[in-house]
């Protein structure tokens, strides 16, 4: 949650967020995947928006991966753990981190392919269940969940 400074200011978000219009933290394009980012900018983005509105394209690309992944938007995420802090992404194990950065750099692929949204979070969404069937099942995973070495 945020709070206001004495002068009334905002504190400064932390690094790789940003706020949306409804002064929710979202990611900053700082935060994707450095090789979804330029992706986003060179096929999503006209040239004539705001800061405004391209933190929007980003944060529903965030949430593109999201539900592709977690079955949740951020939003969803929050009002379902109100008083959890972080993100969606904070919350996520191993697993769903590999799974999520190859999710970005195949959602990547996609944009710079024009795929439509709808066709891209189908299919990162049926890459997501077969990979985290297979991560789940890696023991080298279960031992890095587990701490050891």
């Known amino acids: 949650m945020c709070c206001r400074l004495s002068d009334g200011a905002k504190p400064p978000m932390p690094s790789g967020l940003s706020r949306n219009p409804a002064g929710m933290e979202t990611p900053s394009p700082t935060r994707t995947s450095p090789l979804s980012s330029p992706a986003i900018k ?17 944060a529903l690309e965030a949430d ?44 990547a692929l996609f944009i710079r392919e024009n795929a439509p949204q709808a066709e891209r979070l189908r299919k990162l969404n049926l890459i997501a269940i077969q990979q985290m069937r297979l991560l789940t099942n890696d023991t080298g ?7 050891d070495k």
């Not at 060179?42 to 980003?58: A, F, K, Q």
């Not at 379902?80 to 919350?91: A, T, V, Y």
């Not at 995973?141 to 701490?147: D, N, P, V």
């Open 42 to 58: 060179e096929n999503l983005i006209p040239p004539e928006l705001s800061v405004r509105e391209i933190n929007l394209i980003y």
């Open 64 to 107: 593109v991966l999201n539900m592709a992944l977690f079955g949740m938007t951020a939003k969803d995420w929050r009002d379902k753990n109100p008083g959890r802090k972080g993100n969606i992404r904070d919350d996520a194990d191993v697993s769903q981190l590999v799974c999520l950065s190859n999710l970005e750099n195949l959602n």
């Open 141 to 147: 995973i279960k031992r890095l969940e587990a701490g």
